[in-house]
């Protein structure tokens, strides 16, 4: 949103995130998740939102993603399923 909306860079969107998330009386419920997702997202100059997907799948909760945007998750390092047969 804040990229597509405001036509942010990445970089100063992660900068936005990472002051929400440490803003006195803001708490984030998975704040570990948050912090993986925005060093991922730095690491490989993809947008946060798939950074925390992947992040999240990386938790253990699922064991493989389905997307179209294979591109950005192999990137990440996130196990995918294939969604075309």
Do not use: C, W
Not at 40 to 53: C, M, P
Request: hydrophobic fraction near 40%; proline fraction near 4%.
């Amino acid at each position: 949103m804040l990229r597509s909306a405001y036509g942010l860079p990445n970089s100063e969107v992660l900068k936005v995130l990472e002051r929400i998330g440490s803003t006195p009386g803001i708490e984030l419920m998975d704040y570990d998740l948050v912090a993986s997702a925005l060093q991922l997202s730095r690491r490989s100059g993809v947008e946060f939102a798939d950074a925390y997907i992947a992040a999240s799948v990386a938790t253990g909760h699922a064991g493989t993603l389905a997307t179209f945007n294979e591109r950005d998750f192999t990137k990440l390092g996130t196990p995918l399923q294939s969604i075309i047969k």
